[in-house]
């Protein structure tokens, strides 16, 4: 091929492309000129498809539009529980928009728009089995000559006359004198089949009206509304023909309120509308440069079904009155931005640290969901312990997949979305779909959580088997639901922008501060204080306080550590209080003997004190694992109730622990702070607080406590404890609600689940913190993968974190505390810090700056940038690399300086 | 596969293998499997990683089209990956990092094309054979690295009709080759074992086939049976073998559905089961009675699909449920890993195993995905302690172990592992903790037999000046009556002394309301020592004792309720403080009031069930009779058992028979006893005492039944009644 044919080939391919896309351009620049705009912003327009509801966002400084949805997908779809406990799907865009079952309102800044999803009426309900002679003519004159036709031929005109003195004509299987009196059935057409139409008429009459159980049953009285008055009945007729029949009245604007007008003239009912419908609203706003989505789930409509019902299960039936069908679910603009295949891109979701599902096709593959502050600790699915025990011998990690930020993301080419759930957060799951041919992510969310209960014993014999029923949370959520989508655009457009921008939106808004930072890396070390075991003690077996690490061996421990180099000692102190890690009910706090007395433990307070280790002793304000008597707990009293209405229990350590109803954290906080006070310190670890979120499901809606309001319940009491007591607070997780009360965060999720929908696992979170909150991973020592969890540590910029204990590491051997497999402080000492050094002397110094750049390298090689151009590159191949003039060993990570390493 | 004995420097190094082609660098993602291993109970115990998956290689996208059902993996010795794409007929060459190196579709057979059918099985030979076992063409077919034909060994010869089972069809899946050349072959549905052939490919016979010893009670049963009955009978097959590996000592790793085995050439089962217990996977634990010390198991929580024997008899098993369980020659479980599902490192249906030097390979038929997992340093100090063991470098193993215990106190063999070093250095104490920990029950018994005889001797002057020094104080006391000094020296000045004198006055001469009770209840008192006293010169004169009990009032009610209290004392006693050696139960779950009621409950049904039965048939005794005379048979269980208790914590396990003499002879010496009470109280002949015996023990029996039917019974109306009751709430 010559060069002059070869450059022409690919001007041409090239012209082509351009038409194709230009071409690709043009439906979508008329769907947006279809369009009415709503609300203007500085940067942001709304515009709204009146006759659809669909709705647009145009980004005025870069041009580009975001619609709710594409053509013929829903805005909003919904599921709900029917009798039967079938969950059943329903959305706007088939159940609602097209049998005009909506209206679009303005209001300020925006539109609304009000559904009634679930189709009110059926085609049948739009023609009339009886219809006076009168009112056909109006219909039949609106129509076409071929659709007169099909209507006068499924229809019978008859009406009833005095007969005189005629005698009745007998018709077999009839009480003439009852039925007729002193008429007879005449029919202005001598073709017409009078006597079949009488039949009909009876049926009519049969199913139509109350109280007539049979045909025999009918009177005269029933059908005097024909007597002198000409009237159509209704053949019976194929399905097809009535279908033209539905389609002619539907065209003559015959609506089912015209059909009972009809009906209501012969004594007859008219067609019952649907009940299942459910009225579902939802508000479109410019904010600012925001696009923000609103439902107000107090104005959700959803039925009331007074009717008597046989529940049928495999092995009984069981009679029920329902009462309603619960909505469970509203999906939130499922397919808002929605990406295609051809499209380059990924879904952003906040599993772990932050995970990316990038655009491909998966067949089969389910859609990914993760909740937003975890599993509801009061709605734990419990199923049988043997069955658990084969699958997963010991506790799964799975149930630590959780979503500490309310926030998702789209990229598609190189723009992107990124929305952060500002309410309804705590009832959110994060649901992203990739694998099918529009890539979605979006926030669902459950108005009304459901358990299960059984309603009879599982025997383990047939018959009277374990039938399961749902029950559910006796009201339904009645705040608001408001999602805000900001638009990022060119470079920010990905995962690192996301963060920053979820950085300077907490930042706005006061969540994150800006602190004085010391100029080491904090070194994070858990210390474990008392466990329990079982101990015969003359005889009598009984749980035990075991000291691990009395008062003065913690600093011994912190002693050592300074000694060896480790400075700027973080110290959380775990099972310090009477009973240990499982401690009492702490409305009063009392010191564990065995770890020693007042004066050491004040001793020990004020050594940390004048070192300047930070002292965050550790108690569960939430979990409560034993008690005493007279101290304010009851088990049925106080403690959270599942959806059936059972005691609420976790049972994760072998042990199990009661959880707290969240209404009465409040009160427990009341008499623990002043003890607490007592031992003067003002820095507290309250476990689980800001990390676990539960609800208290109890029968009446008075004391019952959604998720939502124990969210609010939570950050009132963090609230309480950091502004208001001036606690310094170490938090674990941590969701998102606990940041603006956090001064350290540890346990932070540095790696996602092993979710097989997951392409890779982003720093997402870390970028949000760093440089103004201090935080770290879970205890490396105890990290599946030792090596492994220091890099990703490395990676994230988080410090260094150790659960260590004084005494010989054997002793949790064979206790319920034998998950601390590799925590003697002996064993760890030395290599934590060498390792401290090390990180310290690359990373002490960025640590009050903000990550602005992450990216893979290559396989296996990550690289982390820092505002002052500090690289961070992490090898967690096998091989050693050269990246630049870099090399960085195998399972291992190199710090540089600036400059951009692809010139080398 | 064979594999060579990796050097401790080999074990330390990082292995510089890795898949670099295919996909999923799952470096972010969590690890979706939990790591575990068994404790002595039988319970998980979490433990670190000890292979976290490092790639995932799609073995459609190495260049080879899409595969179709591969069903067997094998790692040549120069570490190429051989997979046996067995839809498609072909074996696949890779290089360790995954790309490919040829396929291998047909080959030359004397000059015509011949291709594979279904091939199931391959091995390879250190020198580089591959023998494929071409499962439709009934035959192995062998070929060199190149793929070119060698050999073709078709079915055993008809000619060995005795051995051949009629119409027995060959079909291998599995083959191995052990280094005499002697060929073992895998036939599907051949339950006769595994097929043995020369080098030559001559069929020698079946090897490895698994007994069918019937048990007592079968033979029982087969003779009742009729002929057809019994020719029926005799269809019920031994297992068949699935997957066949050969290891270090070139001894076969073979393994059946439920079990493991390692057969030595001959064929029979060699395999070491002393780890707490057999190679089984998971299992079903159907009962964990701590305080009984019993574990019961159920298998069949584990399928076992692969073998893949590694260095120094350690072996790796993968199972159906996608977990690989892997165990040390002692048959201890090392660790776990993997799992079922479609994250990276999970599988959907896992059909082989095999290991590339110190990684592990596991190939998912349903996926055509080839999973690769690397060692955590955790595993790295697991195997270098047991290698290091078995070069006889004790101390550097010891060391290893020390290791393991920094990542994982849970680990029970690590502190046996300690022991024995310890116990080599004659550090006898802190190696029979190590031991203890361990639950090692056998080297702790060693190393305290050590210990013992060490202190002993240390300590001679000290315990035979103190012997002699008691016979002296026993002679001086005979010759000068010590009951006279005793008096004259300790009593007499107590008494004299002015409190003592003033008591015994005011009990004297007291009037009062509160001195008469004292003194009742001092008369009392001194009259139940004596009864209690009494039961001494019963138990060695049971005739005329129990006589003299009954008719002399030499006994009473509360004599005996002293002895029974003393019994369930001595039974807590033995249960909680008997030597580590001969506690088999976990003293920590002890119940107190389970252990008082495992007393009471047998006597008291016994006492009331036999005077029952008495009543009825003229026995003279009372209740109370038969309450009294059953607690005073019961007395030698305290004269033996608590010297047993004690003495149980300065025995070795060779001594633990003393123990047990003791424990059973006390329990046989209360049997005779109470069967010359029950003639005395009751009046009856032997025979008729034996009889009435026995019918009481079947009468408990009876009640024992219709108390437990009655318990679970109202234990469903309960649950029943709670059903209805949450349906009422709930639904109405």
């Known amino acids: 091929m010559g060069v002059r044919k070869r450059i022409l080939f690919m001007v041409l391919v090239i012209l082509a492309l351009a038409g194709r896309s230009a071409a690709a351009q043009q439906p979508v620049d008329a769907r947006l000129a279809s369009m009415d705009m709503v609300a203007e912003g500085d940067t942001l327009a709304l515009y709204i498809d009146r006759t659809n509801t669909d709705v647009a966002v145009h980004d005025k400084r870069t041009g580009r539009t975001w619609y709710s949805n594409p053509p013929g997908q829903p805005a909003l779809s919904i599921s709900y529980w029917n009798q039967v406990d079938e969950l059943l799907v329903m959305n706007t865009s088939k159940d609602s928009v097209p049998y005009g079952q909506f209206e679009v309102t303005d209001i300020d800044g925006g539109v609304r728009v009000d559904y009634r999803i679930g189709r009110e009426w059926k085609d049948a309900d739009y023609v009339p089995v009886v219809i006076s002679a009168e009112r056909m003519n109006e219909v039949i004159s609106q129509l076409s000559s071929s659709d007169q036709k099909a209507v006068l031929d499924a229809y019978t005109e008859i009406s009833l006359v005095d007969r005189g003195s005629e005698p009745p004509v007998e018709i077999s299987g009839l009480n003439i004198e009852k039925l007729l009196g002193p008429y007879k059935v005449v029919s202005s057409d001598p073709k017409a089949k009078t006597t079949t139409a009488l039949w009909a008429l009876l049926r009519y009459v049969r199913d139509w009206s109350d109280g007539v159980p049979s045909t025999e049953a009918v009177t005269l009285g029933h059908i005097r509304g024909l007597v002198d008055t000409p009237t159509y009945v209704m053949n019976d007729i194929p399905a097809f023909t009535l279908n033209r029949v539905i389609k002619a009245f539907k065209s003559a604007g015959f609506t089912p309120q015209s059909v009972t007008e009809e009906h209501e003239r012969y004594g007859l009912k008219g067609p019952s509308r649907s009940l299942e419908v459910f009225g579902v609203s939802i508000e479109y706003a410019i904010d600012g440069d925001d696009f923000v989505v609103r439902i107000p789930v107090s104005d959700v409509t959803y039925p009331f079904v007074d009717q008597e019902a046989w529940i049928t299960r495999s092995s009984a039936a069981f009679k029920v009155k329902a009462t309603h069908l619960p909505l469970s679910e509203i999906n939130v603009l499922p397919y808002f931005g929605c990406g295609t295949k051809e499209e380059q891109g990924y879904a952003f979701v906040p599993d772990g640290p932050g995970a990316l599902l990038r655009f491909v096709d998966r067949a089969g593959a389910s859609k990914y969901g993760i909740r937003v502050y975890g599993l509801d600790m009061a709605n734990l699915d419990i199923g049988p312990a043997w069955q658990k025990r084969l699958v997963d011998p010991v506790k799964d990690a799975a149930e630590k997949v959780q979503a500490y930020l309310p926030v998702f993301g789209l990229k598609r080419g190189d723009s992107a979305f990124f929305a952060i759930i500002e309410d309804g957060d705590a009832l959110a799951r994060i649901v992203a779909d990739v694998s099918s041919s529009f890539k979605s992510v979006y926030g669902a969310f459950t108005v009304t959580p459901n358990g299960k209960t059984s309603i009879a014993k599982t025997t383990g014999h047939e018959g009277w088997g374990a039938a399961q029923i749902n029950v559910y949370q006796s009201r339904m959520y009645q705040g608001d639901i408001r999602v805000r989508y900001a638009f990022l655009e060119g470079e920010n457009a990905d995962y690192v922008g996301m963060a920053h921008h979820y950085q300077s939106y907490l930042l706005e808004r006061g969540a994150l501060t800006k602190k004085p930072v010391s100029k080491d890396l904090p070194f994070f070390l858990q210390v474990v204080g008392a466990i329990t075991a079982r101990r015969s003690v003359f005889g009598i077996v009984r749980n035990i306080a075991v000291p691990v690490t009395t008062y003065e061996q913690a600093i011994q421990i912190v002693e050592e550590l300074s000694a060896a180099g480790v400075s700027n000692i973080q110290l959380e102190y775990l099972g310090w209080t009477k009973g240990g890690i499982r401690h009492y009910y702490p409305s009063k706090v009392h010191l564990e003997p065995v770890l020693g007395g007042r004066a050491e433990f004040d001793r020990l307070r004020d050594y940390l004190k004048a070192r300047g280790v930070g002292f965050y002793p550790d108690i569960s304000l939430i979990n409560v694992y034993v008690t005493s008597l007279f101290d304010g707990f009851t088990v049925s009293g106080s403690s959270a109730r599942r959806p059936d209405r059972m005691v609420a229990t976790i049972d994760d350590d072998g042990m199990g622990r009661y959880v707290l109803s969240p209404g009465l954290v409040d009160d427990l906080i009341d008499s623990f702070l002043p003890s607490y006070r007592g031992y003067g310190i003002d820095a507290l670890s309250p476990r689980f607080l800001g990390q676990q979120l539960s609800s208290d499901f109890r029968e009446d809606p008075q004391l019952l406590i959604d998720r939502q309001q124990s969210r609010q319940i939570m950050e009132e009491q963090l609230k309480r404890l950091r502004v208001d007591s001036g606690m310094s607070l170490m938090l674990s997780g941590v969701n998102a609600y606990a940041l603006p009360y956090a001064d350290v965060v540890v346990d932070m999720p540095l790696s996602c689940s092993s979710s097989n929908l997951l392409d890779e696992s982003v720093p997402f979170y870390p970028i949000v913190l760093h440089g103004y909150i201090p935080y770290a991973g879970e205890p490396v020592n105890l990290a599946g993968d030792y090596r492994r969890s220091i890099l990703q540590s490395v990676e994230a910029g988080a410090s260094l974190h150790y659960e260590l204990f004084f005494s010989s590491p054997s002793v949790v051997k064979d206790t319920p505390f034998n998950y601390l497999f590799g925590a003697g402080y002996r064993d760890w000492l030395e290599e934590a810090a060498q390792l401290y050094e090390q990180v310290n002397a690359l990373l002490g110094q960025v640590q009050d700056q903000r990550i602005v750049g992450h990216r893979k390298v290559m396989d296996d090689v990550y690289e982390t940038t820092y505002e002052d151009g500090t690289r961070v590159l992490v090898n967690y191949g096998r091989k050693d690399v050269v990246i630049g003039d870099v090399r960085v060993a195998a399972m291992d990570f190199a710090v540089y300086q600036g400059g951009n390493h692809d010139a080398h | ?732």
């Open chain 2, 1 to 732: 596969m064979r594999l060579s004995i990796n050097k401790l420097i080999a074990i330390t190094l990082l292995s510089l293998s890795a898949l670099t082609v295919g996909t999923a660098a799952p470096t972010c993602a969590g690890i979706p499997y939990p790591s575990y291993t068994y404790n002595i109970w039988g319970e998980a115990v979490p433990a670190p990683q000890a292979y976290v998956p490092l790639r995932v290689l799609d073995l459609n996208s190495v260049g080879a089209g899409a595969l179709k059902d591969p069903q067997d993996i094998v790692v040549g010795s120069d570490r190429t990956i051989y997979v046996l794409d067995t839809g498609n007929s072909r074996i696949l060459c890779l290089t360790e990092d995954g790309s490919l190196v040829r396929v291998i579709s047909e080959f030359d057979n004397s000059g015509s094309a011949d291709r594979f059918r279904n091939p199931r099985g391959l091995f390879v030979t250190d020198e580089g054979e591959i023998y494929v076992a071409d499962t439709g063409n009934a035959r192995l077919v062998i070929l060199d690295r190149h793929g070119n034909l060698l050999r073709i060994y078709g079915p055993p010869s008809p000619k060995t009709e005795g051995i051949l089972p009629a119409n027995f069809q060959y079909r291998p899946i599995k083959v191995v080759v052990n280094p005499l050349g002697q060929i073992y072959v895998v036939s599907l549905d051949a339950y006769d074992g595994l097929l043995e052939f020369d080098q030559k490919g001559n069929f020698q016979g079946f090897v490895g086939a698994p007994k069918v010893t019937p048990s007592v009670a079968e033979i029982f049963w087969r003779r009742l049976f009729t002929k057809e009955q019994r020719e029926q009978s005799a269809l019920i097959l031994p297992v068949e073998y699935v997957t066949l590996d050969i290891d270090h000592e070139g001894f076969m790793m073979a393994a059946t559905a439920s079990e493991i085995k390692r057969l030595n050439p001959g064929g029979s089962d060699v395999l070491v089961r002393n780890g707490f217990f057999d190679p089984i996977g998971d299992f079903v634990v159907s009962s964990v009675s701590r305080e009984q010390g019993i574990v019961t198991l159920t298998a069949g929580g584990t399928t076992w699909v692969d073998i893949a024997a590694r260095e120094v008899g350690i072996y790796s098993a993968l199972s159906s449920h996608g977990r690989v369980f892997t165990y040390d020659s002692n048959g201890n479980l090392l660790y776990t890993f993997g799992t079922i599902g479609d994250s990276i490192g999970a599988f959907r249906d896992p059909v082989a195993i095999d290991s590339l030097g110190n990684d592990i390979l596991v190939l998912d038929r349903r996926s055509s995905k080839l999973t690769l997992f690397g060692p955590t340093e955790y595993q790295r100090a697991i195997h270098a302690a047991i290698e290091l063991y078995e070069m006889g470098e004790y101390e550097l193993s010891a060391d290893a172990w020390e290791t393991v215990l920094r990542f994982n106190v849970n680990y029970d063999q690590a502190y046996s592992g300690i022991g024995r070093s310890l116990l080599r250095q004659a550090r006898y104490v802190e190696a029979m903790a190590n031991f203890r920990l361990g639950y090692n029950r056998k080297d702790y018994s060693y190393a305290y037999s050590k210990y013992r005889a060490d202190t002993i001797t240390d300590h001679f002057s000290v315990i035979m000046t103190g012997f002699v020094l008691l016979v002296i104080a026993t002679w001086l006391a005979k010759r000068y009556h010590g009951g006279t000094l005793i008096r004259r020296w300790l009593l007499d000045p107590l008494r004299r002394s002015a409190s003592a004198q003033r008591a015994t006055l005011w009990l004297r001469r007291g009037e009062g309301r509160t001195a008469r009770a004292v003194r009742e209840v001092l008369a009392w008192a001194a009259q139940t020592y004596a009864c209690v006293s009494y039961a001494l010169y019963v138990i060695f004169h049971p005739m005329d004792g129990f006589w003299d009990l009954k008719h002399e009032k030499r006994g009473n009610a509360s004599g005996a309720t002293v002895i029974l209290a003393l019994v369930v004392a001595t039974y807590i006693y033995l249960r909680q403080y008997s030597g580590f050696l001969f506690t088999y139960h976990d003293v920590s779950r002890l119940n107190l009031g389970v252990e008082i009621m495992s007393v009471l409950v047998p006597f008291g049904l016994w006492v009331v069930v036999n005077w029952a039965l008495t009543t009825l048939t003229d026995g003279k005794g009372t209740l109370k009779d038969v309450y009294v005379t059953t607690a005073y048979a019961l007395t030698p269980v305290i004269l033996l058992c608590l010297p047993a208790t004690f003495l149980s914590n300065y025995m070795t396990l060779q001594e633990g028979t003393y123990y047990h003499i003791m424990i059973v002879g006390s329990l046989i010496w209360s049997i005779i006893l109470l069967f010359f009470g029950m003639m005395n109280v009751h009046e009856y002949s032997g025979v008729k005492t034996l009889l009435t015996g026995a019918v009481t023990v079947v009468g408990i029996g009876t009640f024992l039944f219709i108390a437990l039917t009655l318990f679970s019974v109202c234990g469903e109306m309960v649950g029943l009644l709670s059903g209805i009751y949450r349906e009422i709430t709930f639904r109405l």
